[in-house]
Nanobody
Framework: QVQLVESGGGLVQAGGSLRLSCAPS????????MGWYRQAPGKQRELVAT???????NYADSVKGRFTISRDNAKKTVSLQMNSLKPEDTAVYYC??????????WGQGTQIIVSS
């Protein structure tokens, strides 16, 4: 079964930057929306940012102005540039993709730890 594979997580100090990337492990259908979600310990998974195939973006209020989502439609990849990171950004970040035929794909998650 095709999955999404994330990379770029790690440990960073507050104020620092990280870039997450996500790519499919195999062939998948044309993708409509791609996005990033995160789940902090003891909390529900929440949306971080999404981007449609025509480049329209949506961000959680907590990351607006600090995070930037981008995608490569031909490669079916999505990235998340995270700047000015805060300790409250600490979470497991998951990549998500929804195909035009309704299939939904998730990554295995990558840990981000922001130290104060």
């Amino acid at each position: 079964q095709v999955q999404l594979v994330e990379s770029g997580g790690g440990l960073v100090q507050a104020g620092g930057s990280l870039r997450l990337s996500c790519a499919p492990s195999g062939s998948i259908a044309t993708i409509n929306v791609m996005g990033w979600y995160r789940q902090a310990p003891g909390k529900q998974r929440e949306l971080v940012a999404t981007i449609t195939s025509d480049g329209s973006t949506n961000y959680a209020d907590s990351v607006k102005g600090r995070f930037t989502i981008s995608r490569d439609n031909a490669k079916k990849t999505v990235s998340l540039q995270m700047n000015s990171l805060k300790p409250e950004d600490t979470a497991v970040y998951y990549c998500n993709a929804e195909s035009v035929v309704g299939s939904r794909y998730w990554g295995q998650g990558t840990q981000i730890i922001v130290s104060s």
